[in-house]
């Protein structure tokens, strides 16, 4: 299943925001299959993460899961792997460089990051607990630096039994 990825801005906050104001847009998307990325802790921290999950939900609209450094900062989503659309889950491999990640004034920087055989095996338990909630699971490596996107991609679809 193809989906529309929409990737906000980390100004976007439930502080200053309320997701109801992606309704407009989402019904302009409708009926593509449609998955977010929030670039703001906050929506899934704390009480907030019942609020998201549920609108994600009730719109049958995919939370996207990231992969990235372990960091509190706001613009660094946490490790969360929620299904709210059981037709597919969407898996982000951002890298766990934290520095760059913050600090980085190029993409290049802010995705550096190579994945070890270890962590790859870590990221395939997450997709086995996604696939046991969601038909299918779309994983993208976005740790765009040098050849690591395609490398750590191949090496990973490897690792689930599929040619490359």
């Given at each position: 299943?193809?989906?529309?990825l929409?990737?906000l801005?980390?100004a976007?906050?439930?502080?200053?925001?309320?997701?109801?104001?992606?309704d407009?847009l989402?019904?302009?998307?409708?009926?593509?299959?449609?998955?977010?990325?929030?670039?703001?802790?906050?929506?899934?921290?704390?009480?907030?993460?019942r609020?998201?999950?549920?609108?994600?939900?009730d719109?049958?609209?995919?939370?996207?899961?990231?992969?990235a450094?372990?960091?509190?900062?706001?613009?660094?989503?946490?490790a969360?792997?929620?299904?709210?659309?059981?037709?597919?889950a969407?898996?982000?491999?951002?890298?766990?460089?934290?520095?760059?990640y913050?600090?980085?004034?190029s993409?290049?920087?802010?995705?550096d990051?190579?994945?070890?055989?270890?962590?790859?095996?870590?990221?395939?338990?997450?997709?086995?607990?996604?696939e046991?909630?969601?038909?299918?699971?779309h994983?993208?490596?976005?740790n765009?630096?040098?050849?690591?996107a395609?490398?750590?991609?191949?090496?990973f679809?490897?690792m689930?039994?599929q040619?490359v």
């Amino acid at each position: 299943m193809d989906s529309i990825l929409l990737q906000l801005s980390p100004a976007f906050s439930p502080k200053k925001n309320r997701l109801g104001e992606l309704d407009a847009l989402l019904n302009q998307l409708s009926p593509r299959s449609v998955a977010v990325e929030l670039r703001n802790r906050n929506w899934v921290e704390g009480d907030q993460l019942r609020e998201t999950t549920g609108f994600f939900r009730d719109h049958h609209v995919t939370l996207v899961s990231v992969d990235a450094p372990d960091s509190e900062n706001f613009t660094v989503m946490p490790a969360i792997d929620v299904v709210t659309n059981p037709r597919v889950a969407y898996l982000r491999l951002h890298g766990r460089n934290e520095r760059g990640y913050i600090s980085g004034k190029s993409v290049a920087e802010r995705f550096d990051y190579d994945y070890s055989e270890q962590e790859l095996e870590d990221l395939h338990e997450r997709v086995n607990r996604l696939e046991v909630q969601a038909d299918e699971v779309h994983v993208v490596f976005n740790n765009n630096r040098s050849n690591y996107a395609p490398k750590n991609a191949a090496r990973f679809r490897e690792m689930l039994g599929q040619t490359v």
